[in-house]
């Protein structure tokens, strides 16, 4: 079936049409750009035709690039993605020229793009190639370049278009942070030209007006000059500077397009418009060349996709959508799972012992909501229909016909049973009882259940309305009826969801603790404090283990080790206790104190390490090389990765990749701890762990199955991924 079809108007306009057939949402296959190429050359071809508009047949314009083909053009190297990505140049570069004389830039016909809702990716980069764009009068639309956020920039013309049409500077949001916009947003930075109730009625009055000079872009205009100066102007150096310096402290360098996408903009700045494509094209092969990319766009978008949509729900069981959840504990955490669950149109009935505790958790609704009304995010009509949905109360009887419990108590096996027995008295026979813990073992808590095959874990992250990640815990008797419940909840809430088996911390919190612990170790060592953070940093991590130490808070590290301790026994690691005992016994309990491994100012911003922990634990005249320091960091939980896989807490290794990049910001440009040892190659890390178990101890011993996939010369994508599987 076509994917764009052409009909040529009574009044000489011909719109094409981008429907793509059996998807919600446009996105561009080789397919589509043969056929909107075809169609293109027909119509400036056709001697009737005055003008195009290209629209679609859908409520969005477009998603994107279908991915796959960047996985075709690989096939055939470095040379089959330059060439691919300069025949979408060449098509794109034929709307814009639009058949007009080469040299006097006349008898060219208007083309004009009309957007009906979102439009992101090849759905913007394509309209930037038309004469001018108009899109729908819809606020829930959203308009930009995302290709960043997963490993790639744009690369069919965005990048040097939009450099060119706002500035370096201008674009800069756009280009380097991902900046979504809604159309009248768009409108006011300059990316799009209108907003219209019926884009395709305005698109074709203009169309039909429009002179030659109206279809000239800047950039093949004689006397072009970039908006806020070229690289070579004073202004436009100073402009890169910045710009460069912003990447580096952003991204710390760890992050290969950011850096390529700014080369690409910079040295394409410096030629003709059809050089910098060129350029912009070899810079986009260079990235799309680069490991690093294409495990971003396995993990950050195909597996993450692919475990929204329900890849590891068991099969079998109905819809389990939640209409009303109940959510027991009404502090910071299970404020903001009323919170999120308010916002995706479930009813909320929100429980404390006290009243004025319940109430203060629906009060962290309204702020949150009133912050939104303030910056045009929500409306004042809408903040008042999700807080409609919250009931606070003291009273168990509000449970009874909910369908989900979520119990976010304090973090005591006893309370929770407790409360876990209280509801179970009040809430029907097939409601699904969650327990939100980030610690404690499912199975012994299910043990307070009457139902524990309806008993289930579910480990939200902090701050619940802006982590992505969420963590679905089966314990030994779950039953599939309520992880198909947790998943479904999760995939209301708009929530990315992975699905693990019961173990002491699950999987998240079991690979984020070993990353704490060997920073502290090293603390303890006699490591210089800035180099293991920074060490952690230009590996691409969010925050080095120290910060993260501080942000999380001390005193609930030394609740852990505590708990752990008396869990395990003899077989606990003491290794960090001295340190973080200290500190605790010192007040130095992190940003919440003003105090810890860093200082802070009144303000509660960092103002450096402390000398205080400085002086109590000095630094050593010998300190390690960076490359040891970091591979101390990143064994310490990519090796937890691998045993959580060995021992089966991890059922699917797109869920260790996507959780642990979403769930505690394990260097995005790898792919995850899986797809980073592919990347290394087995035999590489059985290497580094052989060396560093010697070095430090039993903690990086290589695990079996490591050792065996070197000796085999295999991957975890290739014996372990969705395709093996198919193929076994």
């Known amino acids: 079936m076509a994917e764009f079809t052409m009909e040529k108007g009574a009044d000489g306009v011909a719109v094409i049409t981008w429907d793509l057939p059996g998807k919600s949402m446009n996105v561009l296959t080789l397919q589509g750009i043969e056929e909107l190429e075809g169609l293109t050359k027909d119509a400036l071809a056709d001697d ?71 439009a992101l990716g090849i759905g913007l980069e394509l309209p930037l190639a038309t004469h001018r764009i108009f899109a729908a009068n819809n606020p829930k639309a959203k308009i930009g370049l995302p290709e960043i956020q997963v490993g790639i ?63 000239v872009k800047p950039w093949d205009a004689k006397g072009y000059k970039v908006p806020g100066g070229a690289p070579y102007h004073p202004a436009g150096f100073q402009t890169f500077v910045g710009a460069n310096a912003m990447i580096m402290g952003n991204t710390w360098g760890a992050f290969p397009a950011p850096k390529a996408m700014l080369s690409a903009v910079y040295e394409g700045l410096m030629v003709p418009f059809d050089t910098a494509l060129k350029i912009e094209a070899r810079w986009f092969t260079n990235v799309i060349m680069n490991p690093s990319s294409g495990a971003m766009i396995r ?71 009133d912050a939104g009304v303030k910056k045009k995010k929500t409306t004042p009509e809408k903040k008042d229909e999700v807080l409609g949905r919250i009931t606070a109360t003291t009273d168990y009887a509000a449970l009874s016909d909910a369908d989900l419990i979520i119990e976010a108590v304090f973090e005591d096996p006893g309370i929770k049973a407790e409360v876990t027995k209280n509801v179970e008295a009040v809430i029907p026979d097939d409601c699904i009882f969650a327990t939100n813990t980030s610690t404690l073992p499912i199975t012994d808590l299910a043990k307070a259940s009457s139902r524990p095959d309806q008993f289930i874990g579910i480990h939200f992250f902090s701050p619940v309305e802006k982590m992505l990640l969420v963590e679905i815990i089966k314990g030994a008797e779950t039953g599939d009826r309520a992880v198909a419940k947790a998943l479904d909840y999760v995939r209301q809430i708009r929530k990315t969801p992975i699905v693990v088996n019961d173990a002491r911390f699950f999987y998240a919190n079991r690979c984020i603790i070993p990353y704490i612990n060997e920073g502290v170790r090293m603390v303890a060592e006699g490591v ?39 869990a395990m026994g003899d077989a606990y690691d003491d290794a960090t206790d001295e340190i973080m005992f200290w500190m605790y016994d010192e007040g130095r309990l992190g940003r919440i104190s003003n105090a810890g491994f860093y200082d802070y100012d009144e303000k509660g911003k960092r103002a450096g390490f402390s000398d205080v922990v400085k002086d109590r634990f000095p630094a050593s005249d010998d300190q390690p090389d960076l490359t040891e320091v970091q591979h101390r ?82 991957t975890f994508y290739g014996r372990f991924g969705p395709q093996a599987a198919k193929a076994a």
């Not at 796959?68 to 690989?74: E, P, R, T």
């Not at 800035?530 to 999380?552: C, S, W, Y």
């Open 48 to 118: 009737s035709v005055k003008g195009i508009v290209i629209t679609s047949g859908k409520d969005t314009f477009a998603g994107g690039m279908d991915l796959n083909i960047l996985a075709q053009f690989k096939e055939n190297g470095a040379e089959g993605v330059f060439e691919g990505t300069m025949r979408g140049h060449k098509m794109l570069r034929t709307l814009e020229l639009a058949g007009m004389d080469p040299k006097t830039k006349k008898g060219g016909k208007p083309v004009a793009a009309a957007l009906p809702g979102t």
């Open 153 to 215: 920039f744009p690369g069919m013309g965005g990048t040097t278009r939009l450099a060119r049409k706002l500035g370096v500077m201008a674009a800069s949001p756009f280009l380097l942070q991902a900046k979504m916009s809604s159309p009248e947003a768009a409108v006011k930075a300059g990316i799009i030209d209108e907003v219209a109730d019926d884009p395709v009625a305005a698109a074709k009055e203009w169309v039909l007006s429009a002179t030659d000079a109206d279809l």
């Open 299 to 369: 993990s950050l978008f195909l597996s993450k996709e692919a475990l929204e949509k329900g890849a590891v729900r068991p099969e079998g069981v109905p819809d389990q959508r939640v209409r009303k959840v109940g959510v027991l504990g009404a502090g910071m955490m299970g404020a903001g799972i009323a919170l999120v669950s308010a916002q995706a149109g479930i009813d909320v009935v929100l429980i404390d012992q006290k009243q004025e505790a319940a109430d203060k958790g629906k009060a962290y609704t309204e702020s949150y909501l």
């Open 528 to 566: 210089e404090m800035p180099l293991i953070d920074n060490a952690a940093r230009l590996l691409g991590f969010p925050v080095g283990p120290l910060q993260l130490v501080d942000e999380t808070s001390i005193d609930l590290g030394v609740k852990i080790a505590k708990a752990t301790k008396a």
């Open 633 to 714: 960091l990143m064994m310490s939980q990519v090796l937890e990765a691998v045993r959580a896989l060995e021992e089966g807490v991890l059922e699917d290794i797109r869920e260790g990749d996507v959780g642990a990049i979403l769930g505690w910001g394990f260097a995005p440009w790898s792919g995850g701890p899986f797809s980073w040892l592919d990347m290394l190659g087995a035999a590489k890390a059985v290497e580094i762990c052989d060396h560093l178990t010697g070095a430090y101890g039993e903690r990086f011993a290589t695990p079996k199955i490591l050792r065996e996939m070197a000796e085999k010369g295999e």
